[in-house]
Structures are given as structure tokens and as C-alpha cells.
């Protein structure tokens, strides 16, 4: 007997618009970057899929060791790292695998990711939850068959990025980089501080990688891929 296809979409939203990943039946298929004036036009979100991921790229976001989090204490806790405000809504949601916690705010003066969790439904007709994108970094670091792990997204002068070595998380973090030289910086400083060699190393970006930039990241890394 077949087996009963598969289907699933990947959404990322950031300030300026969205890109979105479909796997269909083992084939992987990606958008560009889009501008948020083409969603009600995205025939690929007026269908139903077995699995609904949906990111936004927000810089409020911090991983806390489970043993240390007080969810009466989740917003003392994120204002410790980043700057949000009195009307920001923070929430968390586990990390297992790294036994921490992700606490974080989707508050960034936006409407399209609540738009499109309303809007791209699942199977049943349920709408999908909005994870911050480092959420979705951390829960990629599986599918990365390499010793070194280094998982990044760039978009709107905002470098997320995290890194692993085998199953031991060694950082997660968004850092706030206006152009794309100054990603690389941050890039290249995290991996010197860790002591990692980028030309041992391959980079996986999850948001896509622009002809100029990929060929300034092929100076450095092994290879640069997208996940």
C-alpha cells in the first residue's frame, strides 16, 4: 500500500516581508525573499498542509538552563538580556534536547506572522504557532550532519545564529548587524571565541542567501548550504 503524501511549509516573517520552504512528497522547493504585499497572492497559502512551521525573526529572545527558569520570572528574565517594552508580550516554550527554556517576545509592531497563522491552517483546521526563529534554529541542529553545527538567519539587520558541536549547544544568539559584513563579524567572532575553524566547517542558512553574499562566505567556510 502507498504511503499518504506528505506535506509540509515552512514560513519565516520578518519586518520587510516573508520567504517561505515546501516539502511535498521528498521534493524540497523554495521561495525568494518576498515583500508582505504578496501574501494574499501566495497560491502556496491557500492550501492545507500535514505540518505548519511558522517563524518570525525577532531579536527578543533568550535561552535560560531550565534548572535556573521561573516562569513567574519570564519577563525579569528576558529584560536581563534584551530591550523590550512594558507592553511587550513575552512567553517561553521548552527546549528539551538542550534542557533550557526559550523565552522570548513576538512583539515587533507587526501583523503579517499573526495574518498568516490565522491563514495557513493545517490538516485539521488548525491555525499554527508563532516561534521566534531562534526556536527553529535549535530544533534544525539535528538535521545538520556535521560535527560542527552552525545554523544562521539574516534579515532586517538582524543575525540570528547557533551553534553546536555533536548534540552540545555552544551558542544561541541574535545579534543586532545593520549590513551583512557586519553578520560575517559576528559570525567569525563567535567561532573564534569557540575555537572553531570555519574552513573545517560548513554554514547553513535557514533565510536565503543573496549570489554576493554566499560568494563572500565561500572565502571563509567549506561550504555554505541552505536547511
Avoid at 526559550?102 to 506572522?113: F, G, K, R
Avoid at 490565522?118 to 534554529?137: F, H, I, M, W
Avoid at 541574535?174 to 563567535?190: G, M, R, S
Wanted: net charge negative; with cysteine; hydrophobic share 40%.
Amino acid at each position: 500500500m502507498n504511503e499518504r503524501p506528505y506535506s509540509r511549509i515552512s514560513i519565516q516573517v520578518s519586518l520587510s516581508g516573508y520567504s517561505f520552504e515546501l516539502e511535498e512528497d521528498g521534493k524540497i522547493s523554495r521561495s525568494g525573499w518576498l515583500s508582505s504585499d504578496k501574501v494574499f497572492t501566495t497560491k502556496e497559502f491557500l492550501r492545507r498542509y500535514d505540518r505548519v512551521e511558522l517563524s518570525l525573526l525577532t531579536p527578543k529572545a533568550a535561552l535560560i538552563p531550565e534548572q535556573f527558569f521561573d516562569p513567574s520570572s519570564a519577563r525579569a528574565a528576558l529584560a536581563e538580556t534584551v530591550r523590550i517594552r512594558e507592553t511587550d508580550l513575552v512567553e517561553y516554550v521548552a527546549v528539551p534536547q538542550h534542557a533550557a527554556v526559550l523565552v522570548y517576545s513576538n512583539s515587533l509592531d507587526e501583523t503579517l506572522s499573526r495574518v498568516l497563522s490565522q491563514t495557513v491552517l493545517d490538516k485539521a483546521g488548525n491555525p499554527s504557532k508563532v516561534y521566534p526563529e531562534l526556536y527553529r534554529l535549535l530544533c534544525g541542529l539535528p538535521s545538520c550532519t556535521e560535527y560542527n553545527k552552525i545554523l544562521a538567519s539574516y534579515m532586517d539587520g538582524c543575525l540570528h545564529l547557533v551553534i553546536a558541536q555533536g548534540k552540545t549547544l555552544l551558542l544561541a544568539n541574535a545579534y543586532d548587524a545593520p549590513d551583512f559584513t557586519t553578520a560575517e563579524y559576528y559570525i567569525f567572532l563567535a567561532m573564534k571565541s569557540l575555537q572553531l575553524n570555519p574552513e573545517m566547517s560548513s554554514i547553513w542558512f535557514r533565510t536565503p542567501v543573496s549570489g554576493e553574499q554566499e560568494l563572500s562566505l565561500y572565502r571563509y567556510f567549506k561550504s555554505v548550504e541552505r536547511f
